[in-house]
């Protein structure tokens, strides 16, 4: 597509219960993020992919959290059993590849609140 | 690990007067370091990168940043701030990890334009 898009934009849950949260990247990009931005907070890395694997998961905050993409494509981050502390804007971003000078497009990312 | 340190969460600045939004780095190696830019409700977006061509280095809208080695800095800066510049700014650095690089971002800095 023309940008990266992310689904849904707004998500409010129960304590407990499981999310998915879906990113589309641009299309041709083999490298997808994620990151974490909560209120007062800067973007905390969460997970990276390079084609369908994911080569560094060190920023997923705990064994709750998952990602997985297919078709080098579309990429969903699980969390189950949410927790009051995972209410955040998730965002994703893309780029051409995982080298060190290319740029990042993000989306407008999904708002998590859980109550 | 590459690092940024944002210096200042808040800056207020009139319009008109120079915008200085500072930004430090820690790296073993000549690092990729990278200015995005969130204006309210949108998304994020490159600012200005740095990858080493020069140490002056201009961007959208106005903006330019220095590289200086010496000083570990990679300072944001504008001359005459405009109101349609309040937005939050955040330095970044490419960082090489497991199977590629990933993109470590400040804590970010919102800048405040008075009339």
């Known amino acids: 597509g023309a940008g990266v898009s992310q689904s849904p934009s707004n998500k409010v849950t129960e304590k407990g219960k499981d999310v998915e949260l879906r990113c589309d990247p641009i299309s041709g990009h083999t490298a997808l993020y994620w990151y974490r931005q909560s209120l007062g907070q800067g973007l905390e890395f969460l997970i990276y992919?390079?084609?369908?694997?994911?080569?560094?998961k060190s920023g997923l905050p705990s064994d709750r959290f998952s990602a997985e993409r297919t078709g080098g494509s579309v990429s969903t981050l699980t969390i189950q059993r949410t927790q009051q502390e995972d209410s955040a804007v998730y965002l994703c971003?893309?780029?051409?590849?995982?080298?060190?000078?290319?740029?990042?497009?993000f989306g407008a990312g999904s708002r998590l609140t859980v109550l | 690990a590459q690092s940024v340190t944002q210096l200042g969460s808040h800056v207020s600045v009139s319009e008109g007067a120079l915008v200085l939004l500072r930004c430090n780095y820690s790296s073993s190696v000549p690092p990729y370091l990278f200015w995005y830019v969130q204006y309210p409700n949108q998304g994020l977006q490159l600012l200005l990168k740095?990858?080493?061509?020069?140490?002056l280095v201009k961007g959208i809208n106005g903006f330019e940043a220095e590289f200086k080695k010496s000083e570990t800095s990679f300072h944001l800066t504008k001359p005459s701030a405009h109101m349609s510049d309040a937005a939050e700014y955040f330095c970044a650095v490419s960082d090489e990890g497991t199977g590629g690089f990933k993109t470590i971002f400040g804590a970010g800095t919102r800048l405040f334009v008075k009339a």
């Open positions: 971003a893309s780029s051409i590849s995982l080298r060190g000078a290319n740029v990042l497009t």
């Open positions: 740095y990858t080493s061509a020069a140490t």
């Open positions: 992919f390079q084609g369908n694997s994911a080569p560094d």
